[in-house]
């Protein structure tokens, strides 16, 4: 029997008196939007999600992605509720040591898959869930994946966020009909009014896009619940539900006054007797509002019986395919285990003195054929930056075909980005996306997201320096290896390197790269590789050692005069340098460093075998020279990089006047011995 109205209504108002409580004790945070959203939230957690409250994990539970995170008192209500958070954890939201963080990023045990700090990202993590959704369910056959629902809510500021447009075009081109998004719209925002800054058509804007649009009293539960209704049965497309909301509902000023629609209440709590008469009017007790209705605790406990039986039933079927797929129920087991696959590299061939973009490709193309549960995506540039080698052996996702695995994006790094994000977080897939590196800038809040949160997205960018040439200083990067070290030296809260970042130094070691990038499911990878071909290192160099960050390349001599040290290209330009620094009788020994960040997790021991003290030492890199002043401090050397933005002329003119020659590396390092 349905509920009625008036408890899910009661059950609203617990959820608003709950997140104002919590912002009020906490002295800090957002209660306005959170008591607006309370009636969807409510009707969705107490009549459509499907979840097992006794196995959070569960591979095909529907999930639900909250983009504005600021609206995480809302969340951690409803997750209390449902008993996965205590009213005292409740009353300590934002203090250390609490589990109820401000803007939750994800903890899939206590019931978060998401919230987004940085307004947008959150619902194109959900486009990417749906899209993993759907994935999985061509590749495995499991029936459970296509009756995942991925809920979204996004609210004022996300729909203004350009990555908006992204994840709509995206959901509305692959004809997402697993999205279901709620859009907030309380016509108030953090400074403004919404009116302010915003007279577009939203409805309008996402029909154009592809998606079925619904208009409805936001605060209306008979209206939401027939919104779900209809949103489930839309076959093809995305849903938008689009809600007027009351920011603030409910809520009364200090004079007794309505103090909703005020954006005062977006971001502090609503204070002293505004708070009490607010609780008050809501139905709760000022002097001891965290508190559970017993009507809605009733009420949940009621979904709590429905939802044994939505997941028995489910779980038999999952049984059901499993005892006929053993082969892929175990494959799918390991999947959501974030197992590292078995790969088996020597199916890898590189061809002599490549490109490593090239290289790149040559793994792609392995990895296509080797590991099912990979997905693939580029930002329009596969053939450039050669993730075609994947996209070669496999096909792209489609709105009627999802048994492709790779993922044309578009030209919108950043949605491709939190896609693959959303796809991570969704679990059983990994994901790799390929741009230019000069537009990893489009992508850098994705993958300081992608760090903080621990998942192994592989990130691979070539065009890797000014040896782009041509294009000019538009496309030629100079700081970006720089910038993404920083990610590198950042450690995420389990005290690792944040990202892990190589740059290859030729074809073979960039099969090592992409072992490392494959092998690490903790963090994520970034690849920086070079669009022009490559020598390869010496005969006889041990690529295993790159495993270390750094290493002494093969040929090199002992007791060397000098230590010439570089990453990527510039290897190869040291190496000829020093041939000819040996014909003055100048010993050199070669460093390759794919990562100094993984390089400084070896003991001291091997760094100082590699970089012995007191030797002189000559750093190249095509970037900022920065990128190797760790490693070559100035009273021991020093480094030759870029200083300035690049130039636009044919590469190996650029290699020329900006000193990028075995020539050069002669004369600089004869200068400083
Ligand atoms: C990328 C990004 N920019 C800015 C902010 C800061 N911020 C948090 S909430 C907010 C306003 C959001 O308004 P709306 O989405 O309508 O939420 P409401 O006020 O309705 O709760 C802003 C600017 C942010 N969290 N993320
Ligand atoms: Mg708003």
């Known amino acids: 029997m349905a509920n009625s109205i008036n408890v899910l209504n009661h059950a609203a108002d617990n959820i608003r008196i709950l997140a104002a409580a919590s912002v009020e004790k906490a002295k800090s945070g957002h209660p306005g939007g959170a008591m607006g959203g309370a009636d969807f939230i409510n009707v969705l957690y107490s009549e459509y999600l499907n979840y097992d409250p006794q196995n959070p994990t569960w591979v095909g539970r529907d999930r639900f992605y909250l983009d504005p995170g600021h609206m995480a008192p809302m969340l951690y209500a409803q997750l209390a509720l449902i008993g996965k958070y205590s009213l005292e954890e409740l009353a300590q939201l934002r203090q250390w040591g609490s589990p109820t ?5 994800f903890e899939v045990e206590r019931g978060v898959e998401n919230t987004s700090g940085p307004l947008g990202q959150g619902h194109t993590f959900a486009v990417g869930a749906a899209i993993a959704a759907k994935f999985l369910a061509a590749q495995t056959g499991n029936p459970t994946f296509a009756k995942e629902t991925i809920y979204a809510y996004i609210s004022d500021g996300g729909v203004q966020e350009e990555i908006s447009q992204g994840a709509a075009r995206v959901a509305g081109v692959l004809g997402l009909d697993n999205l279901i998004m709620f859009y907030d719209s309380n016509d108030i925002q953090l400074s403004t009014e919404t009116a302010e800054v915003m007279n577009e058509d939203t409805a309008a804007k996402y029909r154009a896009l592809g998606w079925e649009v619904l208009e409805i009293n936001g605060n209306d539960a008979a209206e939401i619940r027939k919104a779900i209704e209809a949103a489930k049965a839309v076959v093809g497309k995305p849903t938008l539900i689009i809600g007027k909301c009351i920011m603030g509902k409910g809520a009364l000023k200090a004079d007794g006054s309505s103090y909703e629609r005020n954006c005062k209440t977006h971001g502090a709590p609503l204070g002293g007797d505004a708070f009490t008469n607010t609780v008050k009017n809501l139905g709760g007790d000022p002097e001891n509002p965290f508190q559970i209705f ?7 406990a009621k979904r709590a019986e429905e939802l044994k039986e939505i997941c028995a039933a489910r779980y038999a079927e999952e049984a059901e395919w499993a005892a006929a797929n053993p082969e892929k129920a ?18 890898v061939e590189q061809k002599a003195n490549d490109a490593t973009r090239n290289a790149s490709a040559a793994c792609l193309s392995a990895l296509a054929e080797q590991v099912p549960n990979m997905i693939c995506a580029s930002a329009d540039l596969s053939n450039s930056d050669k993730t075609d080698g994947f996209l070669k052996k496999t096909k792209a996702l489609t709105k009627d075909d999802f048994s492709g ?98 740059r290859p130094a030729d074809a073979k070691e960039t099969t090592e790269a992409w072992a490392l990038a494959m092998a690490n499911t903790a963090t994520p990878t970034a690849l920086i590789l070079s669009r022009q071909n490559i020598a390869d290192l010496p005969e006889g160099n041990d690529y295993s050692q790159a495993a270390k960050g750094a290493y ?18 510039e290897v190869s330009t040291l190496v000829a340098g020093a041939e000819l620094l040996r014909k003055d009788g100048i010993k050199c020994r070669i460093v390759s460093v794919p990562s100094e960040g993984l390089f400084r997790s070896q003991c001291s021991c091997y760094q100082e075998e590699v970089l012995p003290a007191g030797v002189k030492k000559f750093g190249l890199t095509a970037g900022l020279p920065v990128n190797l002043q760790g490693l070559v401090p100035a009273h021991e050397g020093k480094v030759w990089g870029l200083e300035s933005f690049g130039f636009s002329a044919p590469y190996k003119v650029l290699d020329e006047k900006l000193g990028f020659t075995a020539e050069n590396v002669y004369n600089q390092v004869k200068a400083m011995l």
Not at 294 to 300: C, F, G, H, R, W
Not at 332 to 341: H, I, S, V, Y
Not at 552 to 569: C, K, M, Q, R, T
């Open 101 to 105: 963080t401000g803007h939750p990023e």
């Open 294 to 300: 017993d009507d809605v605790k009733e009420l949940y």
């Open 330 to 347: 175990a494959a799918q087991a390991d999947w959501f285990a974030n197992k590292a696959p078995q790969i088996d590299w020597t199916k």
């Open 405 to 502: 695995a790779f993922f044309q994006a578009g030209v919108a790094e950043l949605t491709m980005a939190c896609c693959c994000i959303g796809m991570a977080l969704h679990g059983g897939v990994i994901p790799a996306c390929g741009t230019f590196f000069v537009f990893s800038d489009y992508m850098k809040p994705a993958v300081r997201m992608a760090a903080l949160m621990e998942l192994p997205v592989k990130f691979i960018w070539t065009h890797d320096a000014f040896r782009v040439g041509e294009d000019g200083p538009t496309h030629e990067p100079v700081e970006q290896e720089a910038q993404i070290r920083l990610m590198e030296k950042l450690k995420n809260h389990k005290g690792h390197n944040s990202t892990l970042v190589l």
């Open 552 to 569: 002494i390349v093969a040929g090199s001599d002992e007791n060397a005069d000098v230590i010439l040290v570089a990453s990527g290209s």
